[in-house]
């Protein structure tokens, strides 16, 4: 089937209480092993693309590595989104350029602002047949040239949604209920220890989520900042020469929980940046001679798989769902 938009994969995510998963793509391996791992448990994927990844590969390569990974897995809907698009001329380019869903993220600016933005780029995008997901609230961690201190990060305000969606016109709304972007979630003073030392966050706030789906029933709700942060990679980097201490995520259970409820879109990117980092320290120092790219990115590859695969079944509840 040719790229789809979410419309139908949120529907069902919605109905079924599972969320479907959106993944960062920046070059081939990490397209290949996302895609096998989704092909294989028959998932509806979205595979999502930064302003900094069109930076770093080329708008045309990364659509074109998707068009290639939508030949191979013929049975599986897919979309291909814009992430954090920072404004209405990169959504435009996008839409232009064979995505079928955007994200224009004003959520740094002020209301009406970003209810202004938001519209103009629901209006071109729906002419064009283009979803748009919008964000209210900021998550504290580091956005495609964004810093947001956790200082000047804020919770979505409940009572704003309800205007926000019916003025915008937005397909689904990213809101902020204490996940963030990157590998360091949160600073130790945030967060207790358990018995291996290892740090456990503050939980999510439940309680917003919920206030949010009551005020719009049915409307699909968006996680960013929503890796976990998985102690075997950070260990693995670790004992390869690396050096991430205290990096933490979000508890898998509460993500699972999320996607049972109006979560039906959760934004991975650094889970797969820790496993493929981990693969590739762990095979240069086992074999200091080799140089060959092909040899290093193949466990690099088959380990992105193999967390997209557990996210898929264990996390989002979508493996089968496509
Ligand atoms: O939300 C941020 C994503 O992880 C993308 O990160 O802007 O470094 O490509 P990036
Ligand atoms: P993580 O940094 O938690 O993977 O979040 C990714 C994200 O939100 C992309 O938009
Ligand atoms: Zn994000």
Same mark, same amino acid.
Request: aromatic share 6%.
């Given at each position: 089937m040719p790229l789809t938009t979410t419309t139908e994969m949120f $529907?069902?995510?919605y109905d079924g209480g599972y969320a479907v998963g959106a993944f960062n793509v920046n070059n081939m391996?990490?397209?290949? /092993?996302?895609?096998?791992?989704?092909?294989?448990?028959?998932? *509806?994927?979205?595979?999502?693309?930064?302003? /900094?990844?069109?930076?770093?590969?080329?708008?045309?390569?990364?659509?074109k590595l998707v068009e290639a990974a939508v030949i191979e897995c013929p049975d599986i809907p897919i979309a291909l989104h814009l992430d954090h698009g920072p404004d209405f001329e990169t959504c435009k380019s996008c839409i232009d350029g064979g995505f079928t869903s !955007?994200?224009?993220?004003?959520?740094?600016? *002020? =209301?009406?602002?970003? %209810?202004?933005?938001?519209?103009?780029? !629901?209006?071109?995008?729906?002419?064009?047949? !283009?979803?748009?997901?919008?964000e209210l609230g900021s998550l504290a961690g580091v956005e495609d040239e964004v810093n947001v201190s956790a200082e000047d990060s804020s919770y979505t305000r409940p009572e704003e949604v309800e205007e926000f969606v019916q003025k915008t016109g937005c397909d689904s709304l990213a809101i902020a209920i204490g996940t963030s972007h990157g590998a360091y979630k949160f600073t130790a003073a945030q967060?207790?220890?358990?018995?291996?030392? %290892?740090?456990?966050p503050p939980p999510l706030r439940f309680d917003i989520l919920e206030e949010v789906s009551r005020r719009l029933p049915g409307f699909p709700i968006v996680l960013h900042g929503s890796s976990s942060v998985p102690q075997e =990679?950070?260990?693995?980097?670790?004992?390869?020469?690396?050096?991430?201490p205290d990096a933490v995520g979000i508890p898998e259970e509460q993500l699972r929980k999320a996607a049972t409820l109006s !979560?039906? $879109?959760?934004?991975?990117?650094?889970?797969?940046?820790?496993?493929?980092? /981990?693969?590739?320290? $762990?095979?240069f120092a086992e074999h200091p001679d080799h =140089?060959? *790219?092909?040899?290093?990115?193949? *466990?690099?590859?088959?380990?992105?798989?193999?967390?997209?695969?557990?996210?898929? %079944?264990?996390?989002?509840?979508?493996? /089968? $769902?496509?």
């Open positions: $529907k069902k995510a391996e990490i397209v290949q /092993g996302i895609t096998e791992a989704a092909r294989e448990q028959h998932a *509806p994927l979205i595979l999502q693309v930064s302003k /900094g990844a069109r930076a770093y590969a080329n708008h045309t390569y990364l659509v !955007v994200m224009i993220d004003a959520s740094s600016k *002020p =209301f009406a602002e970003n %209810i202004a933005i938001t519209r103009k780029v !629901v209006e071109y995008a729906h002419d064009h047949g !283009v979803v748009v997901e919008a967060c207790t220890r358990n018995e291996q030392g %290892i740090l456990v =990679f950070v260990k693995m980097i670790n004992e390869n020469g690396g050096k991430m !979560v039906c $879109k959760i934004n991975i990117d650094s889970d797969l940046r820790l496993a493929m980092t /981990g693969s590739i320290r $762990k095979y =140089f060959d *790219p092909r040899q290093y990115l193949t *466990p690099a590859r088959a380990n992105i798989k193999a967390i997209v695969t557990h996210k898929l %079944i264990d996390v989002l509840g979508c493996a /089968g $769902k496509a």
